[in-house]
Nanobody, 123 residues
Framework: QEQLVESGGGLVQAGGSLRLSCAASGRSFSPYALAWFRQRSGREREFVSGISSNGPTRYDDSVKDRFAISRENAKNTLYLQMNALKPEDTGVYYC?????????????????WGQGTQVTVSS
């Protein structure tokens, strides 16, 4: 059974950094586009960043130049390096996969979800 498991969340002060990881299992996710979404308090789950199966990346404007997504297919793992964190980055971060090379920029395009990891940025 396919499974995505996030780790690396936590509490950090504004301006700090965190690195999220997402370990995939059950099948190779190398042919799939992968992404990070987040759900902030009172808001819908929203796209943060994605990476296609062949490498191109995409970022929401709110995190561009601060976050970096990468994948290591040999380890079936997705990463999100988050720098210069702001209080408004606080939320639950979810790993996502789409059975396509196209990056899922909306939750309706996602085929697999992780359980989420909490990121809290204090001011």
């Amino acid at each position: 059974q396919e499974q995505l498991v996030e780790s690396g969340g936590g509490l950090v002060q504004a301006g700090g950094s965190l690195r999220l990881s997402c370990a995939a299992s059950g099948r190779s996710f190398s042919p799939y586009a992968l992404a990070w979404f987040r759900q902030r308090s009172g808001r819908e789950r929203e796209f943060v960043s994605g990476i296609s199966s062949n490498g191109p990346t995409r970022y929401d404007d709110s995190v561009k130049d601060r976050f970096a997504i990468s994948r290591e297919n040999a380890k079936n793992t997705l990463y999100l390096q988050m720098n210069a964190l702001k209080p408004e980055d606080t939320g639950v971060y979810y790993c996502a996969a789409r059975e396509s090379w196209l990056i899922p920029v909306h939750q309706s395009f996602v085929d697999y979800w992780g359980q989420g990891t909490q990121v809290t940025v204090s001011s």
